[in-house]
Protein backbone atom coordinates (compact mmCIF):
# COMPACT_ATOMS: atom_id res chain seq x y z
CA UNK A 1 0.00 0.00 0.00
CA UNK A 2 1.21 3.65 -1.07
CA UNK A 3 -0.31 7.33 -0.25
CA UNK A 4 1.80 8.13 -3.39
CA UNK A 5 -1.31 10.21 -6.01
CA UNK A 6 -3.58 9.05 -3.59
CA UNK A 7 -6.26 12.44 -2.89
CA UNK A 8 -9.24 11.34 -1.61
CA UNK A 9 -9.63 7.85 0.90
CA UNK A 10 -13.27 6.73 1.32
CA UNK A 11 -13.50 4.92 4.48
CA UNK A 12 -15.92 1.93 4.84
CA UNK A 13 -17.16 1.72 9.02
CA UNK A 14 -18.32 -1.59 10.60
CA UNK A 15 -15.11 -3.31 11.22
CA UNK A 16 -12.80 -1.09 9.50
CA UNK A 17 -12.97 2.07 11.99
CA UNK A 18 -13.34 -0.14 14.70
CA UNK A 19 -12.88 -3.64 16.13
CA UNK A 20 -15.83 -5.90 18.44
CA UNK A 21 -18.31 -8.33 16.66
CA UNK A 22 -21.86 -6.77 16.81
CA UNK A 23 -23.86 -9.27 15.77
CA UNK A 24 -24.73 -11.19 18.92
CA UNK A 25 -24.95 -7.74 21.00
CA UNK A 26 -27.73 -6.62 18.54
CA UNK A 27 -29.34 -9.97 19.17
CA UNK A 28 -29.06 -9.79 23.06
CA UNK A 29 -30.32 -6.19 22.98
CA UNK A 30 -33.54 -6.71 21.89
CA UNK A 31 -34.23 -10.82 22.26
CA UNK A 32 -37.43 -10.72 22.34
CA UNK A 33 -36.75 -9.86 18.09
CA UNK A 34 -33.62 -11.40 17.78
CA UNK A 35 -34.98 -13.14 14.56
CA UNK A 36 -36.23 -10.27 12.98
CA UNK A 37 -32.22 -9.66 12.98
CA UNK A 38 -31.62 -12.59 11.88
CA UNK A 39 -33.63 -12.20 8.86
CA UNK A 40 -32.53 -8.82 8.36
CA UNK A 41 -29.02 -10.62 7.91
CA UNK A 42 -30.09 -12.74 5.55
CA UNK A 43 -32.25 -10.74 3.46
CA UNK A 44 -29.30 -8.44 3.01
CA UNK A 45 -26.99 -10.78 2.03
CA UNK A 46 -29.45 -12.07 -0.69
CA UNK A 47 -29.72 -8.54 -2.19
CA UNK A 48 -26.08 -7.73 -2.42
CA UNK A 49 -26.20 -9.02 -6.18
CA UNK A 50 -28.80 -6.83 -7.50
CA UNK A 51 -28.08 -2.74 -8.15
CA UNK A 52 -32.05 -1.66 -7.40
CA UNK A 53 -31.03 1.79 -8.96
CA UNK A 54 -33.13 3.73 -5.96
CA UNK A 55 -33.27 3.66 -2.23
CA UNK A 56 -37.16 3.29 -2.96
CA UNK A 57 -36.90 0.58 -5.04
CA UNK A 58 -34.18 -0.88 -2.74
CA UNK A 59 -36.11 -0.36 0.75
CA UNK A 60 -39.66 -1.49 -0.83
CA UNK A 61 -37.78 -5.36 -1.96
CA UNK A 62 -35.92 -5.50 1.13
CA UNK A 63 -38.96 -4.71 3.54
CA UNK A 64 -41.17 -6.95 1.07
CA UNK A 65 -38.29 -9.69 1.85
CA UNK A 66 -38.14 -8.95 5.66
CA UNK A 67 -41.74 -9.12 5.91
CA UNK A 68 -42.31 -12.07 4.02
CA UNK A 69 -39.65 -14.13 6.17
CA UNK A 70 -41.02 -12.89 9.60
CA UNK A 71 -44.39 -12.61 8.85
CA UNK A 72 -45.23 -9.21 10.46
CA UNK A 73 -47.05 -6.30 8.16
CA UNK A 74 -44.40 -4.24 6.01
CA UNK A 75 -44.84 -1.26 8.07
CA UNK A 76 -44.12 -3.02 11.31
CA UNK A 77 -40.67 -4.07 9.77
CA UNK A 78 -40.10 -0.41 8.56
CA UNK A 79 -40.48 1.11 11.93
CA UNK A 80 -38.87 -1.63 13.75
CA UNK A 81 -35.56 -1.08 11.16
CA UNK A 82 -35.67 2.71 11.30
CA UNK A 83 -37.16 3.31 14.70
CA UNK A 84 -35.31 0.49 16.86
CA UNK A 85 -32.56 -1.59 15.55
CA UNK A 86 -30.76 1.44 13.99
CA UNK A 87 -30.94 3.18 16.95
CA UNK A 88 -29.78 -0.28 18.68
CA UNK A 89 -26.85 -0.72 16.72
CA UNK A 90 -25.66 3.03 17.30
CA UNK A 91 -25.83 2.04 21.21
CA UNK A 92 -24.09 -0.97 21.75
CA UNK A 93 -21.34 0.65 18.81
CA UNK A 94 -20.87 2.64 21.38
CA UNK A 95 -21.06 0.41 24.38
CA UNK A 96 -19.41 -2.48 23.40
CA UNK A 97 -17.03 -2.07 20.43
CA UNK A 98 -13.56 0.02 20.49
CA UNK A 99 -12.56 2.42 17.83
CA UNK A 100 -9.10 1.54 15.95
CA UNK A 101 -5.63 2.12 17.84
CA UNK A 102 -4.71 5.88 16.83
CA UNK A 103 -7.37 6.35 14.47
CA UNK A 104 -7.94 9.91 14.94
CA UNK A 105 -4.46 10.43 14.45
CA UNK A 106 -4.07 8.72 11.68
CA UNK A 107 -7.44 10.38 10.22
CA UNK A 108 -5.65 14.15 10.98
CA UNK A 109 -2.46 12.48 9.32
CA UNK A 110 -4.08 12.15 6.19
CA UNK A 111 -6.07 15.49 6.24
CA UNK A 112 -2.57 17.12 7.10
CA UNK A 113 -1.35 15.37 3.49
CA UNK A 114 -4.24 17.65 1.86
CA UNK A 115 -6.35 13.65 1.41
CA UNK A 116 -10.00 14.30 1.39
CA UNK A 117 -11.89 11.60 3.47
CA UNK A 118 -15.29 10.46 3.33
CA UNK A 119 -17.57 7.43 4.32
CA UNK A 120 -19.11 5.01 2.69
CA UNK A 121 -21.15 2.22 4.97
CA UNK A 122 -24.01 -0.30 3.59
CA UNK A 123 -25.74 0.70 6.94
CA UNK A 124 -27.15 4.48 7.44
CA UNK A 125 -26.47 6.79 10.41
CA UNK A 126 -22.69 6.19 9.95
CA UNK A 127 -21.93 9.52 11.49
CA UNK A 128 -23.76 8.57 14.65
CA UNK A 129 -21.91 5.19 14.99
CA UNK A 130 -18.14 6.84 14.59
CA UNK A 131 -19.14 9.88 17.14
CA UNK A 132 -20.52 7.04 19.70
CA UNK A 133 -17.08 5.68 19.58
CA UNK A 134 -15.42 9.04 20.38
CA UNK A 135 -14.17 9.20 16.83
CA UNK A 136 -13.67 12.69 14.95
CA UNK A 137 -16.32 12.93 12.59
CA UNK A 138 -15.68 16.30 11.66
CA UNK A 139 -12.66 15.63 9.66
CA UNK A 140 -15.21 13.81 7.23
CA UNK A 141 -16.65 15.52 4.08
CA UNK A 142 -19.60 13.33 3.51
CA UNK A 143 -21.29 10.31 4.79
CA UNK A 144 -22.89 8.03 2.47
CA UNK A 145 -24.95 5.05 2.97
CA UNK A 146 -25.47 2.18 0.41
CA UNK A 147 -29.15 2.09 1.09
CA UNK A 148 -29.43 5.55 -0.38
CA UNK A 149 -27.97 4.45 -3.51
CA UNK A 150 -30.52 1.51 -3.86
CA UNK A 151 -27.54 -0.82 -4.71
CA UNK A 152 -25.68 -2.78 -1.17
CA UNK A 153 -22.06 -3.12 -2.00
CA UNK A 154 -19.75 -4.53 -3.99
CA UNK A 155 -22.27 -3.10 -6.74
CA UNK A 156 -20.02 -1.11 -8.66
CA UNK A 157 -22.40 2.09 -9.39
CA UNK A 158 -21.94 3.89 -5.75
CA UNK A 159 -18.43 3.98 -5.34
CA UNK A 160 -17.90 5.98 -9.15
CA UNK A 161 -20.93 8.40 -8.39
CA UNK A 162 -19.34 8.99 -5.23
CA UNK A 163 -16.44 10.26 -6.92
CA UNK A 164 -18.69 11.85 -9.50
CA UNK A 165 -19.94 13.87 -6.92
CA UNK A 166 -17.04 15.00 -5.47
CA UNK A 167 -15.24 15.78 -8.44
CA UNK A 168 -12.63 12.68 -7.67
CA UNK A 169 -11.09 10.69 -9.58
CA UNK A 170 -11.22 6.84 -9.70
CA UNK A 171 -8.14 6.01 -9.93
CA UNK A 172 -6.52 8.64 -6.86
CA UNK A 173 -8.90 7.62 -4.80
CA UNK A 174 -8.70 5.02 -2.04
CA UNK A 175 -11.20 2.61 -0.95
CA UNK A 176 -10.44 1.33 2.97
CA UNK A 177 -12.87 -1.52 3.88
CA UNK A 178 -12.53 -5.04 6.19
CA UNK A 179 -14.04 -7.26 3.06
CA UNK A 180 -12.98 -7.97 -0.05
CA UNK A 181 -16.35 -9.48 -1.36
CA UNK A 182 -18.21 -5.75 -0.30
CA UNK A 183 -15.72 -3.29 -0.49
CA UNK A 184 -13.27 -4.49 -2.84
CA UNK A 185 -15.97 -3.60 -5.16
CA UNK A 186 -14.06 -0.63 -5.60
CA UNK A 187 -11.69 -2.11 -7.73
CA UNK A 188 -14.44 -2.74 -10.67
CA UNK A 189 -15.92 0.61 -9.97
CA UNK A 190 -11.80 1.84 -10.75
CA UNK A 191 -10.99 3.24 -7.13
CA UNK A 192 -7.88 1.63 -5.42
CA UNK A 193 -8.75 -0.95 -2.54
CA UNK A 194 -7.02 -1.70 1.04
CA UNK A 195 -7.98 -4.06 3.36
CA UNK A 196 -7.61 -4.12 6.30
CA UNK A 197 -6.80 -7.57 7.80
CA UNK A 198 -8.67 -9.76 10.24
CA UNK A 199 -11.21 -12.68 10.05
CA UNK A 200 -12.57 -11.40 6.86
CA UNK A 201 -9.47 -11.97 4.69
CA UNK A 202 -8.84 -15.15 5.80
CA UNK A 203 -9.33 -17.08 2.88
CA UNK A 204 -8.81 -14.47 0.42
CA UNK A 205 -6.67 -14.67 -2.10
CA UNK A 206 -3.74 -11.90 -1.15
CA UNK A 207 -2.03 -11.99 -4.40
CA UNK A 208 -5.38 -10.22 -6.21
CA UNK A 209 -5.68 -7.62 -3.15
CA UNK A 210 -3.58 -5.14 -1.18
CA UNK A 211 -4.20 -6.44 2.41
CA UNK A 212 -2.42 -4.86 5.18
CA UNK A 213 -2.49 -4.95 9.10
CA UNK A 214 -4.11 -1.90 11.17
CA UNK A 215 -0.44 -1.49 12.32
CA UNK A 216 0.90 -1.55 8.84
CA UNK A 217 -1.44 0.99 7.71
CA UNK A 218 -0.98 3.45 10.76
CA UNK A 219 2.44 3.74 10.11
CA UNK A 220 1.74 4.26 6.30
CA UNK A 221 -0.73 7.06 6.91
CA UNK A 222 1.61 8.52 9.54
CA UNK A 223 4.59 8.93 7.52
Known amino acids: MTLDNIKAVIFDVDGTLYTGGIAKHLILGDIWRCMWAL ?10 SRDYMTA ?3 YNT ?3 TLSQK ?12 FNRYMPLMVRQIGKYCKP ?3 INEVLESLREKGI ?3 VYSDYTRSKEKIESLGIDSS ?6 CAEEFGALKPQTRPFAQICQENGLELASTLMVGDKVDSDGGALAAGLQFTCID ?5 DVDRSKYDIVSWNEFVNICKK
Do not use: I
Not at 42 to 48: N, S
Open 100 to 102: RPQ
Open 56 to 58: DNY
Open 139 to 144: VFEKFY
Open 116 to 118: RLL
Open 39 to 48: RERQTRKAMK
Open 198 to 202: GKNCK
Open 62 to 64: FFS
Open 70 to 81: TGKEESVMRDWY
